[in-house]
């Protein structure tokens, strides 16, 4: 099982909820730490997390999300609600690159994820989800590329992969009807042609039975003995015969 599998698993479908994207992070600059805190639970990963509620009215909400080194159990860490993000920063809108912005109402965290690929769909995601759900204020995407916020996007790409797929069984079925017909008018033409021939056959056979009629009917041998040889005498037949 991968880790945003047990993520979700352990953390969100307990609570009645589903995991929509999530994206393995570090913190590009150090995180100040107050003087108070002390001792540490040593090295751990991070998860930025994007969930949303199975009930109506739907909530969405990103959550950090924390596993230490040696334990295999996942920890909340923080959680902001989608209408607290306020600005989405890609970096770079020229290129794929694996650093990102988020702030909030009450702060900025810089990420740079593990793979330039998993922060593009992870942003992707998170603008379709706030499209989808954030009826007032949307927090504004800045420098991502036009792919991850318009019609080239994965979304789209897959929509539009199913619809060609849909087109071309459609053509295909076209096709294979075009030619199942083209056969059964050859086989009709072929029905038509035998038919044909078996009448023709059919007369002609007629024709040659009653021609032979006529010379058997038309002269007629009799055979007789004088002077001890055999004579033939063919002896016409008349109308009335």
């Not at 590009?28 to 990963?45: E, W």
């Not at 996007?153 to 539009?160: C, M």
């Not at 021609?211 to 003995?225: D, F, N, P, Q, T």
Request: proline content about 2%; aromatic content about 8%.
């Amino acid at each position: 099982m991968s880790a945003k599998s047990a993520i979700n698993k352990e953390l969100f479908t307990p609570h009645d909820e589903k995991m929509l994207a999530g994206v393995q992070v570090k913190r590009r600059t150090k995180k100040k730490i107050p003087f108070l805190a002390t001792g540490g639970q040593g090295d751990y990963t991070t998860f930025i997390c994007l969930s949303v509620t199975n009930k109506k009215p739907s909530h969405v909400s990103l959550t950090k999300v924390k596993q230490f080194q040696g334990s295999s159990a996942f920890v909340k860490r923080s959680q902001w609600t989608i209408d607290q993000l306020r600005q989405i920063n890609g970096i770079d809108s020229n290129k794929d690159c694996p650093e990102f912005d988020l702030m909030f109402d009450n702060g900025l965290d810089q990420w740079v994820a593990s793979s330039a690929g998993e922060k593009c769909t992870f942003i992707q995601i998170l603008h379709h989800t706030c499209q989808r759900y954030c009826s007032a204020r949307k927090p504004e995407f800045i420098n991502c590329q036009s792919k991850l916020l318009g019609g080239n996007s994965i979304l789209h790409s897959a929509a539009g992969s199913v619809t060609s797929a849909v087109q071309k069984a459609s053509q295909a079925l076209n096709e294979r009807g075009e030619r199942l017909g083209r056969a059964e008018e050859r086989t009709a033409d072929m029905m038509n042609s035998a038919e044909q021939f078996a009448v023709t056959a059919q007369k002609v056979s007629q024709t040659r039975r009653s021609l032979m009629l006529e010379k058997i009917l038309g002269a007629r041998s009799l055979l007789r003995c004088e002077n001890g040889k055999f004579v033939i005498f063919k002896i016409k037949i008349s109308l009335l015969y």
